[in-house]
């Protein structure tokens, strides 16, 4: 079975900051992609940032120049290093990953695989 353990949330004072980690294991398939989302209370889950395999980058507005995503491939592990964290950046953020398999018809199969999620509360 695939895991994914995530780990680095916590308390923290608003200009903070805070570095995510997340280690995935158990995947068959390789993984391409790899991100963080985050759910605050009454909000729905939404993207944060994301990184492939080849290391591409995409972040929500709300994060860009404040938070920076990186990857260890070797290790199937993303981090997610978050500065100047504002009130609205509490959240339990959830670590995801993406793998694929694909079939000599052409055809394929995408897996997609969450973590248990890490709480950051920013203390206001």
């Known amino acids: 079975q695939v895991q994914l353990v995530e780990s680095g949330g916590g308390l923290v004072q608003p200009g903070g900051s805070l570095r995510l980690s997340c280690a995935a294991s158990?995947?068959?398939?390789?993984?391409?992609?790899m991100g963080w989302y985050r759910q605050a209370p009454g909000k729905q889950r939404e993207l944060v940032a994301s990184?492939?395999?080849?290391?591409?980058?995409n972040y929500a507005d709300s994060v860009k120049g404040r938070f920076t995503i990186s990857r260890d491939n070797a290790k199937n592990t993303v981090y997610l290093q978050m500065n100047s964290l504002k009130p609205e950046d509490t959240a339990v953020y959830y670590c995801?990953?993406?793998?694929?398999?694909?079939?000599?018809?052409?055809?394929?199969?995408?897996?997609?695989?969450w973590g248990q999620g890490t709480q950051v509360t920013l203390s206001s």
């Open positions: 995801n990953a993406v793998a694929y398999r694909a079939y000599e018809s052409g055809e394929g199969d995408e897996y997609v695989y």
């Open positions: 158990g995947s068959i398939y390789r993984i391409y992609t």
């Open positions: 990184i492939t395999s080849g290391g591409n980058t």
